[in-house]
Every structure is written in structure tokens, then in C-alpha cells.
């Protein structure tokens, strides 16, 4: 099959740092590669890739000199490409969200969409316009909370990860807590470190401050960083995390608003470590609450449960991420979505008389 990736040209593909739906992308496209597939991929110049590489900005925009302000023409411009070059392609695999649905619906080719960042109301007319394009949700969780009844879901298929990339650790040796993503609001930094502190464990927070996120930063986690036991390291690379992730005892993910899916909860049990969320979004049904990790509605709950983890089999955790959240199941699961997608638009285009006559 023909397949064209479009991702995010904020980041490279795969991110050079932090990025989720950036390395989504890109383990679905190697492994679509693996089955087969002709991929190209819309993507800044400087991702590294087996497929053919589309170059569609000089390198990912939020590396760049390239201020904010024209991200969005580098997105138009890379729209335009796919337009010129539809006719190469059986499915195109948008995974810019709201941005690149006006123009796909005019296309002469079969389109799904991986919506990675919940509807917000500053980009709901967008979607509601364009209600008829088909949207692939990656948790169960995300299509309840996102339209259920307005938007053309097809399918749900749960974000992938290499689980060969994460070495599982049958035991925590580095006696601390873990907290790894963007520090913000939304990521409940600040309510990591509380649970750390109440449950008198040393936590390693791991990650970026975006810009907009610098006030909360500054204001309600850089005055924590002098306190004992609380230590942060910035952005990290890969074998970084996977090292911090399976020495941890657990990872916290104090999660405030309704996350899509969570990678980190999928990393962390791929190394064996258990992990405590907030019941939003996705998190019930990324971590079994009780078997691989703990679950709950406040962050006194988390800590008044803390003591659970020892309990937990960290195999079981390993397990889970194996089974439910592989790249190989995830790009199963997509390569039936766009045979789907395939079969449906070939059944439109035939003429009514030999529909009948089949």
C-alpha cells in the first residue's frame, strides 16, 4: 500500500527530545516500512527516517529560529505538497489534528486522522465543520470525551511503543520516585512533588518548560527545587529515560486535565515500573488500578495508597505494555483501518448499476 505520513513539523521525526505524537509517527512508519508499505513521509528536513522523506520545513519549528508566529505557513505549505501529490497515494495519515482537515476534504484520496491533542474549544468549529472526515481515537477515553456523537470516528487503535527500546527491571534499585514530561499544569508537577514528599521519597522530575508554560514553572516548581531530595535534570535522551524509568519505584503522573493517552504510562510499564495517576482521561484504561499501578480520584488518595506499589509485580507491568501497547500492534491495527478507508472510498466511486448487479 501507498501510504503518506503527514506529522507535526514541530518536532523532527522522531523528536530529538520531548515529543509524543512526533515518535508515534515514527515508529508507525518504520514499522509499516517492516510490513511492506511505501511510505512518505511530511515531516521537517532534519527527521531521520526509512521512508521517503518529504522535507517540509528546514528542521523542526520548535528548534528553529523560525518564530511562532509562521508555524502555521509552514503546515499551509506542507498541505499544499500532499494536494499536488494526493494521486501517488492509496491513504493519506494526517496527524496534524484540526489544522489539516479543511483542505483534506478535498482530496481525491482516502484520509484518517489521529487526533493526539484533545478538542479544545478554541478548535471545535474546525472539527464540527469537518465532522464527515473519518478520526481514529487512540484510547477509548478520548473518543468519550471528545464529540462522540458529532465526530466520524472509525476506529480506536491505542498509541505504540518499541517495547525492545525499554529493558525491563525486575527490581527499583535507585530508590526514588519519577517524573518525566512537560513540567506544567496539566502534567501536575507540583503535585508530583507533594506526593514525593509526603511519602518521604527523593523525586527526579525530567522534561521541558515550554515557553507557556514558564510562569507555572517559575512559580510553583522552581521554588521547590532547593528542597532536599527534590532534583530536576532537564530534557533527556532516550537511553537516559530508559534508565531512570527502570530504576524508578514508581512514576508519577499526577495528570490534571483528560490525557488522550499518556506514553509515559505505556514507557514506564514496559520497564517494569508501576505507575500513580489521576483518574482522567485515559489513565484507567493505560494502568490496571491495583495490578500495575494505582489509580484515583485526589492526589490524598494517591498518597493515603502509596504503600500498594510494593505489592505490585512489576512482570505484570511489563506484560501489560507488551500486550496492549506495542509498535507492531498499533501499525496491525492501522494498516485495517486503511484497508478500510481503501475499500470504503473504491465502493463510493462504483457506478449504483454494478453495485446492484454484484
Known amino acids: 500500500m501507498r501510504i503518506a505520513q503527514v ?21 508507525l512508519t518504520e514499522e509499516l516500512i517492516k510490513r511492506g508499505h511505501q511510505v512518505t513521509l ?23 529560529s523560525i518564530p511562532p508566529t509562521r508555524w502555521t505557513a509552514y503546515d499551509q505549505k506542507m498541505l499544499l505538497k500532499l494536494e499536488a501529490r494526493a494521486s501517488e497515494f492509496d491513504i493519506i495519515h494526517n496527524h496534524l489534528g484540526y489544522a489539516g482537515l479543511p483542505l483534506l476534504r478535498f482530496i481525491d484520496c482516502p484520509t ?49 511503543i518499541d517495547i525492545s527500546g ?23 508537577t507540583a503535585e508530583a512533588i507533594q ?36 532534583t530536576y535534570i532537564g530534557e533527556i535522551s532516550g537511553d537516559e529515560k530508559n534508565r531512570l524509568y527502570g530504576a524508578a519505584t514508581a512514576t508519577l503522573c499526577p495528570i490534571k486535565f483528560e490525557e488522550p493517552f499518556g506514553l509515559v504510562f505505556a514507557e514506564s510499564l514496559a520497564c517494569g515500573t508501576p505507575v500513580l495517576a489521576l483518574k ?15 489509580v484515583d480520584y485526589s492526589v490524598e488518595a494517591l498518597i493515603k495508597r502509596f504503600d500498594e506499589i510494593a505489592r505490585i509485580s512489576r512482570e505484570k507491568c511489563r506484560r501489560r505494555a507488551a500486550d496492549l501497547f506495542s509498535k507492531e500492534r498499533m501499525a496491525e491495527s492501522y494498516e ?11 465502493l463510493q466511486k462504483r457506478p449504483l448499476a454494478s453495485v446492484r448487479n454484484k
Request: glycine share 8%.
Open 195 to 230: 506526593i514525593a514528599r509526603a511519602v518521604n521519597m527523593p523525586i527526579i522530575l525530567a522534561g521541558k518548560v515550554d515557553a507557556n508554560d514558564q510562569a507555572y514553572f517559575d512559580k510553583n516548581v522552581k521554588p521547590l527545587l532547593s528542597e532536599p531530595g527534590v
Open 280 to 294: 482522567r482521561g485515559a489513565a484507567p484504561e493505560v494502568i490496571s488500578d491495583g495490578e500495575t499501578g494505582v
Open 166 to 188: 525499554f529493558d525491563y527491571q525486575e527490581s527499583a534499585t535507585g530508590n526514588y520516585l519519577l517524573f518525566i514530561g512537560r513540567l506544567c499544569d496539566d502534567k501536575g
Open 336 to 346: 485495517q483501518v486503511y484497508k478500510n478507508m481503501v475499500d470504503r472510498a473504491a
Open 7 to 27: 506529522a507535526p513539523l514541530a518536532e523532527s521525526v522522531p523528536p530529538q527530545g520531548y515529543g509524543g505524537s512526533e515518535l508515534v509517527v515514527s515508529l
Open 42 to 64: 511530511f515531516a521537517s528536513a532534519d527527521s531521520r527516517t526509512s521512508a521517503k522523506l518529504e522535507p517540509c520545513a528546514p528542521q523542526g519549528l520548535r528548534a528553529s
Open 112 to 160: 484518517v486522522s489521529t487526533i493526539h491533542n484533545p478538542v479544545r474549544d478554541y478548535c471545535a468549529d474546525v472539527y464540527l465543520a469537518c465532522k464527515e472526515m473519518p478520526i481514529v481515537a487512540i484510547s477509548d477515553a478520548y473518543k468519550r470525551l471528545n464529540y462522540p456523537d458529532d465526530l466520524n470516528y472509525v476506529a480506536t487503535v491505542h498509541n505504540g
